[in-house]
């Protein structure tokens, strides 16, 4: 535990050592901005919600999270650091651990300046603030996924800029999963067990049903799920590519 | 002495290359080893099995009695280990990165400022502190290094090429460091600088393609040079001619070797037969002849000319298989 706090702590000031920090931030805001109130129609809606907010984060996170999870491992391969890392007293699983969550604490930080905005909408009228969190939460739980797909990504190579496209394809087939052009390209010859199951793969599906203010738990359990396997893989990844 | 590091067999293979073949030493408490070999000769491969970097295809190596495959944790909190390069974590600054070190090396927070203020003392790295790592000379890089690997007080200390691109003062320093801490430690070094090897290490491990070569003092490695023992003079003189065949006359000479120096000197090799002591005799028909004398002394061995024989003798043997 100590060993992953430890880990935590360096890679979360770390981000804030280098411009990195700033400038995700300062990206993910003004982002934010123009797709709420410009493509979202924010005011011309009328209503006191943040759906036009939320409904554009798994896009937004498509570009943004892997290129802040690029270079969690591949840096540390690329610099050589990752042989002092692996050669101190600790496992495997705390460093990976330590890192996503530090990755983790970054984005929800980034998630958490976006607050104007509930303000705004607070002031303007009378949401439902409950709705509201479920989907703070939802959009966090999604960023985990996306940083897990990326953590992994990650220590499969020592070039950032691989780890970052490669990312970017899979978690953007996360979110096509749902969609209809996707599983009609399985309809016509897989099992509905198996169209099934790629459609409930999709990040969308469960993304959305949480923005709702639905918290079910099977959501929960699927993004959970989904970070807890990605991680596993990276352990596995950092294990077998550590010394390449 | 108690033995704190045991390496049984070591074998490294990548895909169908062959890094290390099949190394085996132990390493005392008060044991400097200098690990030597030509570049891939499977130093470094070696080192990153010993401090559980890389998993070794056969064969096993312990450390403070505890196997690395199985152990792995209690052997790291045992080691400090200096990666060749030193990587460091370049954006944060040296002191950071020493509470990060001790930190994961479980010192509470007390302890911990001790622990960094001790290896910053001993790495002399007062000036440098607030400076990120990346902007540090690579004398410095190396320094954060060091006292990355020594703010433990680990009972095992190894190092691969500590003094790799250091200046002459900074390899001095280094090895005052490793003088220092010699006493109470088991310590390897790995280097291709053969000086080193005298000033620094009690033993000494020769390798070259996966195979140890060689594993005795720096003396004995010395004593296998044929220069270990000759005679060397060099004197200014008209007839040189004259001059080598007085040395040949000295009893216990089997050979002489003649080179003409740069000044204009000319040097003399003179090799004894087997345990002659020649530097007397020559001393005296020097003083005789009056020869003006610039030099005169007995040569303990050139390693750089044992290294390169038994380092290429392997070579050798190999074609000589292939062919």
Same mark, same amino acid.
């Given at each position: 535990m100590n060993n992953i706090l430890a880990i935590f702590k360096r890679e979360l000031?770390?981000?804030? $050592?280098?411009?990195?920090?700033?400038?995700? /931030?300062?990206?993910?805001?003004?982002?934010?901005?123009?797709?709420? =109130?410009?493509?979202?129609?924010? =005011?011309?809606?009328?209503?006191?919600?943040? *759906?036009?907010?939320?409904s554009y984060h798994p896009w937004l996170y498509l570009f943004l999270i892997p290129a802040l999870s690029m270079r969690l491992w591949a840096e540390e391969r690329k610099s050589g650091t990752i042989e002092l890392l692996m050669t101190l007293p600790i496992s495997i699983t705390q460093a990976v651990v330590?890192?996503?969550?530090? $990755?983790?604490?970054?984005?929800?930080?980034?998630?958490?300046?976006?607050?104007? /905005?509930?303000?705004?909408?607070?002031?303007?009228?009378?949401?439902?603030?409950?709705?509201?969190?479920?989907?703070?939460?939802g959009s966090l739980l999604m960023a985990g996924a996306y940083l897990a797909v990326g953590s992994c990504i990650s220590?499969?190579?020592?070039? *950032?800029?691989?780890?970052?496209?490669?990312?970017?394809? /899979?978690?953007?087939?996360?979110?096509? +999963?749902?969609?209809?052009?996707?599983?009609?390209? =399985?309809?016509?010859?897989?099992? *509905?067990?198996?169209?099934?199951?790629?459609?409930?793969? +999709?990040?969308?599906?469960?993304?959305? +049903?949480?923005?709702?203010?639905?918290?079910?738990?099977?959501?929960?359990?699927?993004?959970?799920?989904?970070?807890?396997?990605?991680?596993?893989?990276?352990?596995?990844?950092?294990?077998l590519k550590k010394s390449d | 002495m108690e033995t704190m590091i045991e390496v049984n067999h070591l074998r490294k293979q990548f895909g169908s290359y062959t890094a290390v073949e099949d190394i085996?030493?132990?390493?005392? %408490?008060?044991?400097?080893?200098?690990?030597l070999g030509p570049n891939g000769a499977g130093k470094s491969t070696t080192m990153k099995m010993i401090t559980g970097f890389l998993t070794p295809t056969s064969g096993n190596a312990k450390v403070c009695g505890y196997d690395v495959s199985k152990h792995p944790i209690q052997v790291k909190s045992n080691?400090?280990?200096? &990666?060749?390069?030193?990587?460091?974590?370049?954006?944060?600054?040296?002191?950071?990165?020493?509470?990060?070190?001790?930190?994961?090396?479980?010192?509470?927070?007390? !302890?911990?400022?001790?622990?960094?203020?001790?290896? @910053? !003392?001993?790495?002399?790295?007062?000036?440098?502190?607030?400076? &990120?790592?990346?902007?540090?000379?690579?004398?410095?890089?190396? %320094?954060?290094?060091?006292?990355?690997? @020594?703010? #433990?007080?680990? &009972?095992?200390? @190894?190092?691969?090429?500590?003094?790799?691109?250091?200046? &002459?003062?900074?390899? #001095?320093e280094v090895r005052l460091l490793i003088e220092e801490m010699a006493k109470d430690k088991a310590i390897v070094v790995s280097t291709h600088i053969l000086e080193e090897v005298h000033a620094v290490c009690s033993r000494a491990i020769i390798i070259a393609q996966g195979k140890t070569l060689f594993d005795g003092t720096p003396m004995a490695l010395a004593a296998q040079s044929k220069y270990h023992n000759a005679v060397s003079l060099s004197l200014t003189t008209e007839q040189p001619d004259a001059v080598e065949v007085q040395l040949s006359k000295v009893e216990g000479v089997a050979s002489i070797e003649r080179n003409k120096l740069a000044n204009g000197d000319t040097q003399f090799f003179v090799f004894p037969k087997k345990d002659a002591m020649l530097i007397r005799s020559i001393? #005296? @028909?020097?003083?005789?002849n009056n020869w003006e004398l610039d030099q005169l002394s007995v040569e303990s061995g050139h390693l750089d000319d044992v290294f390169r024989q038994i380092t290429t003798q392997t070579n050798n043997i190999a074609k000589d298989a292939l062919s």
């Open positions: 000031i770390n981000y804030f $050592a280098t411009p990195v920090a700033y400038v995700f /931030i300062v990206v993910f805001l003004v982002l934010t901005g123009v797709f709420t =109130f410009y493509l979202g129609g924010f =005011f011309e809606r009328g209503q006191a919600d943040l *759906q036009p907010f939320f330590g890192k996503f969550l530090a $990755a983790w604490a970054f984005t929800s930080i980034a998630l958490f300046l976006t607050f104007p /905005i509930w303000i705004t909408v607070n002031y303007l009228g009378d949401p439902d603030n409950a709705v509201i969190f479920a989907g703070y939460f220590a499969l190579t020592r070039n *950032q800029v691989i780890a970052f496209v490669i990312s970017v394809v /899979i978690c953007f087939g996360f979110i096509l +999963s749902g969609f209809p052009m996707v599983l009609n390209f =399985f309809d016509a010859w897989a099992p *509905q067990v198996i169209i099934n199951v790629i459609s409930s793969m +999709s990040f969308l599906t469960h993304f959305t +049903s949480i923005t709702k203010g639905v918290i079910d738990m099977r959501d929960l359990i699927y993004f959970v799920s989904f970070i807890g396997c990605w991680l596993l893989a990276n352990v596995i990844l950092v294990e | 085996s030493f132990t390493v005392k %408490r008060g044991e400097v080893l200098g690990f080691i400090g280990y200096l &990666p060749e390069g030193a990587p460091t974590y370049g954006e944060m600054n040296a002191l950071s990165f020493l509470h990060f070190i001790a930190e994961i090396r479980g010192y509470g927070k007390s !302890e911990r400022s001790q622990r960094v203020n001790q290896a @910053i !003392e001993k790495a002399n790295l007062e000036s440098v502190l607030l400076k &990120p790592v990346e902007t540090l000379s690579k004398g410095f890089k190396r %320094r954060v290094g060091l006292a990355q690997a @020594i703010i #433990h007080d680990p &009972p095992v200390l @190894i190092m691969d090429e500590p003094t790799d691109g250091l200046d &002459p003062n900074q390899k #001095h001393s #005296h @028909i020097a003083r005789t």
